[in-house]
């Protein structure tokens, strides 16, 4: 008999994931992409159904019958199956679904925001199952948000809900790919934490080990293995990351009233350096009606799955 599986797509503004995923939510085999590599649309989805196709193929995987694709993007309208002008990726409008269609025209296919398929694997396999109300903050190139609640994910009117990276978290600050100053994400993201340090770096004469990395050279990960050993730059970058997230956070307490915020991605794994920074400030400039009601954590998702067992979610969820 043939095992079901579903394609998951997790669309980076670096890397593309690509998995196939049993109703479970194991991913069974997965494949990557560099999402920057692809100047035209059309070769990049070209290059998904490879992907897809050699997975299907690959020996150590069972008789597999694909039933679905759903995937997880910046600024995928669910409504649409489109992208639309996303801030970190190379194309502007992609008609996601259709041009997948062509490949795989007898199976449904599905796409939202990549935080809302966050959102999704948090409520299917993660520390959400019982939640009805909570928001993922998922802190990668960028920053995104999925809002759930009564048990919904919010999608607007359009399928924008939920942009909190572009709510504006200083005013007249740092300029955004979407064209804004000032936005969440260009503080409370990787290239965010990384333009941090180069701005404590011009101002400090502190010795830091990340004086050794040029702008274009550093990662998100180099700060955090300095934070690990002390480095008092990297330190005063996540405290100030997080004290800028902590703000942002009360503003979305207040029109969302979640349970639980969930934070995801590779800067979540610095756990307090981040974490304890942000929720001090939230609690700060919260309400008074909404203070020590809210919860900060870090998902309980692996990083390296989560965004193609929630793309697959999208299917598992809608068509089974």
Same mark, same amino acid.
């Given at each position: 008999?043939?095992?079901?599986?579903?394609?998951?797509?997790?669309?980076?503004?670096?890397?593309?994931?690509?998995?196939?995923?049993?109703?479970?939510?194991?991913?069974?085999?997965?494949?990557?992409?560099?999402?920057?590599?692809?100047? +035209?649309?059309?070769?990049?989805?070209?290059?998904?159904?490879?992907?897809?196709?050699?997975?299907?193929?690959?020996? %150590?995987?069972?008789?597999?019958?694909?039933?679905?694709?759903?995937?997880?993007?910046? @600024?995928?309208?669910?409504?649409?199956? @489109?992208?639309?002008?996303?801030?970190?990726?190379?194309?502007?409008?992609?008609?996601?679904?259709?041009?997948?269609?062509?490949?795989?025209?007898?199976?449904?296919?599905? !796409?939202?925001?990549? /935080?809302? +398929?966050?959102?999704?694997?948090?409520?299917?396999?993660?520390?959400?199952?019982?939640?009805?109300?909570?928001? !993922?903050?998922? &802190?990668?190139?960028?920053?995104?948000?999925?809002?759930? /609640?009564?048990?919904?994910?919010?999608?607007?009117? %359009?399928?924008?809900?939920?942009?909190?990276?572009?709510?504006?978290?200083?005013?007249?600050?740092?300029?955004?790919? @979407?064209?804004?100053?000032? @936005?969440?994400?260009?503080?409370?993201? /990787?290239?965010?934490?990384?333009?941090?340090?180069?701005?404590?770096?011009?101002?400090?004469?502190?010795?830091? !080990?990340?004086?050794?990395?040029?702008?274009?050279?550093?990662?998100?990960?180099?700060?955090?293995? +300095?934070?690990?050993?002390?480095? +008092?730059?990297?330190?005063?970058?996540?405290?100030?990351?997080?004290?800028?997230?902590?703000?942002? &956070?009360?503003?979305?307490?207040?029109?969302?009233?979640?349970? !639980?915020?969930?934070?995801?991605?590779?800067?979540?794994?610095?756990?307090?350096?981040?974490?304890?920074?942000?929720?001090?400030?939230?609690?700060?400039?919260?309400?008074?009606?909404?203070?020590?009601?809210?919860?900060?954590?870090?998902?309980?998702?692996?990083?390296? %799955? /989560?965004?193609?067992?929630?793309?697959?979610?999208?299917?598992?969820?809608?068509?089974?």
């Amino acid at each position: 008999m043939r095992k079901k599986v579903v394609a998951g797509i997790d669309i980076g503004g670096m890397n593309t994931r690509i998995g196939l995923v049993d109703q479970s939510g194991e991913v069974l085999t997965d494949s990557n992409i560099a999402t920057s590599q692809y100047p +035209a649309s059309e070769e990049f989805v070209s290059a998904i159904y490879n992907s897809i196709e050699l997975l299907l193929k690959n020996p %150590d995987m069972p008789l597999s019958e694909l039933i679905g694709i759903g995937i997880g993007a910046p @600024c995928a309208n669910y409504h649409t199956g @489109c992208i639309e002008n996303a801030a970190n990726l190379p194309w502007k409008y992609v008609p996601l679904t259709s041009m997948l269609g062509v490949y795989f025209p007898d199976i449904p296919v599905k !796409v939202t925001n990549d /935080a809302n +398929a966050v959102a999704i694997a948090e409520m299917i396999y993660g520390d959400a199952k019982n939640l009805k109300d909570f928001v !993922v903050i998922t &802190l990668g190139t960028g920053l995104g948000s999925g809002i759930v /609640a009564n048990g919904e994910l919010i999608y607007g009117h %359009d399928g924008f809900a939920g942009e909190v990276g572009h709510i504006t978290a200083v005013p007249d600050g740092r300029h955004c790919n @979407c064209g804004r100053r000032g @936005c969440l994400e260009t503080y409370v993201s /990787a290239r965010g934490i990384i333009r941090t340090v180069f701005e404590l770096l011009a101002v400090s004469t502190k010795d830091s !080990v990340l004086r050794n990395s040029s702008f274009n050279e550093l990662t998100s990960k180099d700060i955090h293995a +300095a934070a690990l050993n002390s480095d +008092a730059i990297a330190l005063e970058a996540f405290r100030i990351t997080g004290e800028i997230l902590g703000r942002s &956070l009360a503003d979305v307490v207040s029109f969302t009233s979640p349970s !639980v915020i969930f934070i995801f991605g590779g800067l979540a794994e610095a756990k307090d350096m981040i974490l304890a920074p942000a929720k001090e400030n939230m609690e700060k400039y919260l309400l008074d009606c909404y203070k020590n009601k809210v919860q900060v954590k870090p998902s309980a998702l692996g990083n390296k %799955d /989560a965004g193609i067992a929630g793309g697959a979610a999208l299917i598992w969820r809608d068509f089974v």
